[in-house]
């Protein structure tokens, strides 16, 4: 009896989770899809022009910089933090990864505002004096959100390398395999579904960051066509101008959060059957 | 054919090494550039004290408790929800429909910008349920944020603990609860820990999420419905407008510092907890 | 082990009871949004009053000039807060100006330009001008920086300088004047326009059609880019808000605007 109820309410737990993703969904693409509908998906999708007081609603800019931003900061961040990963799982002396573990999940805490404040204060310039252009660009979004990720990446990344078990470790270490061969042709495959986990949520959160972007992009209306020229991405141009928030404006900002809800869905759907087929 | 390998191992080594080291630099120079503006700021009339002058002069005591309110009400709320849902999901079912529906569920949430969930906090909890610019309003965005994180977190350290413990407790003659409870979580507690700290952390960092839904009045909060700014927000303020970049810094710095604080403490609750199971 | 869960599950209810207290009547709370430009001054004023009037709370949000119109206008604030004129559909509010101010255009300090026309601003702007050496400066590109959409200092400007013209879509857009000016003080190719109120030292204001802006080209209208940052109300004010508008109006709140940088309304 006791153990149905258990089991009821951990149901319930488990549909917390997608309730309020309902909702979110919901809410979202109830004040959104009427727009794009109205317009024409082909239109909102693939025009560059977006002049909202004007009646134009073209997204492709903020979509391509989207990307471009994302994977970016996945390339920069997740070999970065995989490779400390892997080092501090296998290579690194234990005293050292006791200190330092709990030392890049405190910066997991660093507030975002912070990292793209301190990234308009020395990156920006930086890349303006030695590489040129205005230095907010898709690099300056790409590094920040990149350093952004990493405590992600490493942290979880970090916890399924340590899952394998030492059995496994020991076993291959015993047959004459050097720790780094341990590492690459074992302990990496076993960690794999942690590993991608980790990758996924830094995704996430670099698809979905705001506040740093807006400060070192540039949030221009253009489609990048080299890393040092400014852009903006979906999530900024949804945060820069929703407090002009009036009827067709507001419907167009919405609108931009279900491209974004698409996307992401679309990808975290990608990366799970990539995730199941090597498994 | 002897040395090859270990002439990789080396090289290989010697990479991540650098790899590493370099990460180290850069998180440590965003550190240290904070630290080195901020320490003069950190006076005791600062952190206890009240701001003045829209925060140009004077302390951010205010910004310290909503902070403190905000993060722990999300945290409260959302462990109990994400740890259930791992539970449910690996121990009592199979990969089915409502498995993968739950799933997706959690994936697609972790994949929702803050700044929608900016959005559905504002309109669902501050316009339709009636609850203003609050902490509440705040800490329930929050708790639907960090609930991936937990879920996910919690997931993998579940699915670490070896079927062999539960083996033990089920042939001692424990149900499924009991085994979950005093087997499987308590083992399961480091990773689950990891989960919890990240959401903490994200909590006391977010700022988009937190503007719209718990404002960015810099009164004193004296209940979860009361606006509040927190020091988030507080340093995104004073650092873009430009009002005053010393105690911007401080509160950078004093961010930083309570961070480490709480991951001090979930570390030695962890320790504590997790030697009684060794 | 059980006991730690139990005792988590048992909190929940505890804190949340801890946690709870009454919310503030309608009479002793004012809620006050709406653009960006205004609110530190907002801000400013509402700490003084509430250390005059102990027991009131008045809490300001930002949001944008629009946000805070269509705030007041659905009645979720009590006053709403603007930094550009009031378009015809908004009309049917009441407004206060409680202080002068300007649109300045800012450059950076080694930037040896030193004034420009209307004209030629709004070709900078739209994109027709684009190298520094058109205005009589250094060859080098103009990076142009404007605010957000919703933003009543954009909006203001748009009125006045751009007229229908649209902006460059490679420039930068920042949601505060705080971030514009920071940015012009760093990039020695920038040029941005913020609120007068927030000119400092760090960075080199332009002449306007040969007017540079000041106190006194402001309140006497010569220079072009003068604007009023208003205080809105839906329909007359109850006690608390008209307590608080004359306050803002009385010489003492408007010294305390003045002192911040801001002009008088009344002087």
């Given amino acids: ?279 | 054919m002897k040395r090859r390998p270990l002439t990789i191992q080396r090289l290989v080594w010697f990479l991540l090494a650098l790899l590493t080291l370099f990460t180290l630099t850069i998180l440590f120079f965003i550190i240290g550039y904070i630290t080195a503006k901020g320490v003069p700021t950190l006076t005791p009339e600062f952190l206890f004290g009240m701001p003045e002058r829209m925060g140009k002069e004077g302390g951010i005591l205010p910004t310290i408790v909503a902070t403190i309110y905000l993060a722990l009400l999300a945290i409260v709320i959302a462990t109990p929800l994400g740890v259930g849902t791992a539970v449910y999901l690996t121990e009592y079912t199979r990969e089915s429909a409502l498995t993968r529906i739950i799933r997706f569920g959690a994936d697609a949430l972790a994949g929702v910008p803050s700044i929608i969930f900016g959005l559905f906090g504002f309109i669902l909890f501050v316009i339709y349920l009636k609850m203003g610019w609050s902490i509440l309003a705040g800490s329930l965005t929050l708790a639907v944020m960090i609930l991936p994180t937990i879920i996910r977190t919690s997931e993998e350290a579940i699915r670490t603990v070896p079927y062999a413990y539960r083996e033990v407790s089920y042939s001692l003659g424990g149900t499924k609860s009991q085994t979950i409870l005093n087997v499987v979580l308590p083992n399961a507690l480091p990773g689950i820990l990891t989960g919890i700290i990240l959401g903490l952390g994200r909590s006391v960092a977010e700022t988009a999420a937190v503007i719209f839904t718990a404002g960015s009045s810099l009164r004193m909060p004296r209940s979860i419905f009361d606006p509040a700014r927190t020091m988030a927000v507080h340093f995104y303020i004073l650092a873009r407008e430009g009002i005053s970049m010393p105690r911007a810094y401080g509160t950078a710095l004093l961010l930083i510092i309570s961070i480490l604080v709480i991951n001090a403490f979930a570390y030695i609750l962890l320790f504590r907890l997790t030697r009684r199971f060794r | 082990m059980r006991n730690f869960i139990t005792i988590l599950f048992a909190l929940f209810p505890v804190i949340f009871i801890s946690f709870a207290g009454c919310r503030r009547s309608a009479e002793t709370s004012l809620t006050i949004a709406g653009s960006t430009s205004v609110q530190p001054f907002a801000e400013l004023l509402a700490e003084l009053y509430m250390q005059q009037h102990p027991g009131v709370e008045i809490n300001v949000q930002g949001g944008g000039s629009s946000a805070g119109i269509r705030a007041v206008q659905n009645c979720i604030c009590d006053i709403g807060m603007s930094s550009r004129p009031l378009t015809p559909e908004e009309q049917n509010l009441q407004q206060w100006t409680i202080a002068l101010d300007g649109i300045v255009l800012i450059v950076h300090k080694h930037n040896p330009v030193r004034n420009i026309t209307l004209e030629q601003l709004q070709d900078v702007f739209s994109g027709k001008i684009r190298n520094w050496r058109a205005l009589g400066g250094p060859d080098q590109k103009i990076t142009v920086i404007t605010r957000e959409e919703g933003s009543g200092t954009r909006g203001c400007f748009e009125e006045i300088v751009m007229h229908g013209a649209h902006f460059a879509a490679d420039a930068l857009v920042q949601d505060s004047n705080g971030a514009v000016r920071e940015i012009v003080a760093s990039d020695p190719s920038a040029i941005g326009y913020i609120s007068f109120g927030l000119v400092d030292e760090r960075v080199s204001a332009l002449a306007v059609n040969g007017i540079t802006p000041s106190e006194s080209t402001i309140v006497a209208h010569t220079y072009p880019l003068a604007r009023r940052f208003l205080f809105l109300t839906n329909g007359e004010p109850d006690a608390l808000a008209r307590s608080f508008l004359d306050f803002v109006l009385s010489p003492e709140g408007q010294k305390t605007l003045a002192d911040e940088g801001l002009i008088k309304a009344v002087p």
């Avoid at chain 1, 590094?143 to 990720?149: D, Q, S, T």
């Avoid at chain 1, 830094?202 to 740093?212: K, L, Q, S």
């Avoid at chain 1, 928030?245 to 959060?257: C, D, I, P, R």
């Avoid at chain 1, 679309?266 to 990539?274: E, I, R, S, V, Y």
């Fill in chain 1, 1 to 279: 009896m006791r153990e149905k109820l258990f089991e009821k309410i951990l149901l319930l737990c488990a549909l917390s989770a997608v309730t309020a993703l309902f909702l979110i969904a919901l809410f979202i693409f109830y004040e959104g899809l009427p727009l794009i509908f109205r317009i024409g998906p082909a239109n909102f999708l693939f025009s560059s022009n977006w002049a909202p007081t004007r009646g134009h609603f073209g997204i492709l800019p903020m979509i391509v910089g989207s990307l471009q931003v994302t994977v970016l900061a996945l390339i920069l961040g997740g070999t970065l933090g995989l490779a400390c990963a892997m080092f501090l799982a296998e290579f690194a002396p234990r005293w050292s990864v006791r200190i330092l573990k709990p030392l890049i999940e405190l910066l997991a805490g660093i507030p975002s505002v912070v990292y793209g404040f301190i990234g308009v204060l020395v990156l920006v310039p930086l890349i303006r004096r030695t590489l040129g252009g205005p230095g907010f660009s898709v690099l300056a979004a790409g590094i920040i959100l990149g350093i952004m990720i990493l405590p992600t990446v490493i942290a979880i990344s970090l916890d399924a390398l340590n899952a394998v078990p030492l059995s496994y470790k020991e076993g291959s270490l015993a047959v004459g395999a050097t720790r780094w061969q341990t590492l690459y042709r074992l302990t990496l495959p076993a960690a794999k579904s942690g590993i991608i986990a980790s990758l996924i949520l830094a995704m996430g959160r670099a698809i979905g960051e705001t506040m740093a972007v807006i400060m070192v992009a540039g949030n221009a209306l253009i489609i990048p066509k080299s890393p040092l020229e400014p852009v903006r991405t979906l999530t900024s141009n949804i945060a820069l101008e929703m407090g002009y928030a009036s009827g067709t404006h507001q419907e167009a900002l919405f609108a931009t959060g279900v491209v974004l809800f698409i996307i992401v869905a679309l990808l975290n759907t990608f990366a799970l059957l990539a995730l199941r087929k090597k498994v």
